[in-house]
T-cell receptor, first 111, second 113 residues
Framework: NAGVTQTPKFRVLKTGQSMTLLCAQD?????MYWYRQDPGMGLRLIHY???????AKGEVPDGYNVSRLKKQNFLLGLESAAPSQTSVYFC??????????FGPGTRLTVL | DAKTTQPNSMESNEEEPVHLPCNHS???????IHWYRQLPSQGPEYVIH???SNVNNRMASLAIAEDRKSSTLILHRATLRDAAVYYC??????????????FGQGTILTVHP
């Protein structure tokens, strides 16, 4: 039981490049979330999903797209990376009411 | 959106109890109260959650006011490993935003030896 895993752990991009972050969970959770955390700040919700095939916008969705084609995976895409997207990205999953489990994070730097 | 208010920081001494307050005056009847903590350089970790009744688990206790407009996370004996940022969150369990989990700024807890 691996819990929530994130791929990759680190990435450096140039401005304008694209990339996809993968979040996978093996707990059969319905809900999945993508957050970003800038240095010294709290977590901000980017997008979330309440089930396979569904996604919804969070607090800071601009510049990101997501997909939930399989229940266990939640992908976060950056189509044209900008320096303002330099951050640590956390994925989480949960069942309906209990607490959420978080992944270890992906540290992204955009030059 | 689901908002909570917490003090920016609190301090405690090791082995003393810690009471971390949270205000959620506009909470709806279907919102759960969740607490998470984040240790330095790690992802958030679930601590406890509740709806109306007080809750206990191996990590902490959660005391919920009768009107549900506030709650308190209780660490019975603080250790140095409890130094972290503690987040109080209202989790939508119904309505158009059900499942949404939004974090605020949290309370930075410092534990002194």
């Amino acid at each position: 039981n691996a819990g929530v895993t994130q791929t990759p752990k680190f990435r450096v991009l140039k401005t304008g490049q694209s990339m996809t972050l993968l979040c996978a969970q093996d707990m059969n959770h319905e809900y999945m979330y993508w957050y970003r955390q800038d240095p010294g700040m709290g977590l901000r919700l980017i997008h979330y999903s309440v089930g396979e095939g569904t996604t919804a916008k969070g607090e800071v969705p601009d510049g990101y797209n997501v997909s939930r084609l399989k229940k266990q995976n939640f992908l976060l895409g950056l189509e044209s990376a900008a320096p303002s997207q330099t951050s640590v990205y956390f994925c989480a999953s949960s069942a309906r009411t209990p607490g959420a489990f978080f992944g270890p994070g992906t540290r992204l730097t955009v030059l | 959106d689901a908002k909570t208010t917490q003090p920016n920081s609190m301090e405690s001494n090791e082995e003393e109890p810690v009471h971390l307050p949270c205000n959620h005056s506009t909470i709806s009847g279907t919102d759960y109260i969740h607490w998470y903590r984040q240790l330095p350089s790690q992802g958030p970790e679930y601590v406890i959650h509740g709806l109306t009744s007080n809750v206990n688990n191996r990590m902490a206790s959660l005391a919920i006011a009768e009107d549900r407009k506030s709650s308190t996370l209780i660490l019975h004996r603080a250790t140095l490993r409890d130094a972290a940022v503690y987040y109080c969150i209202r989790r939508n369990a119904g309505g158009t935003s059900y499942g949404k989990l939004t974090f605020g700024q949290g309370t930075i807890l410092t534990v002194h030896p």
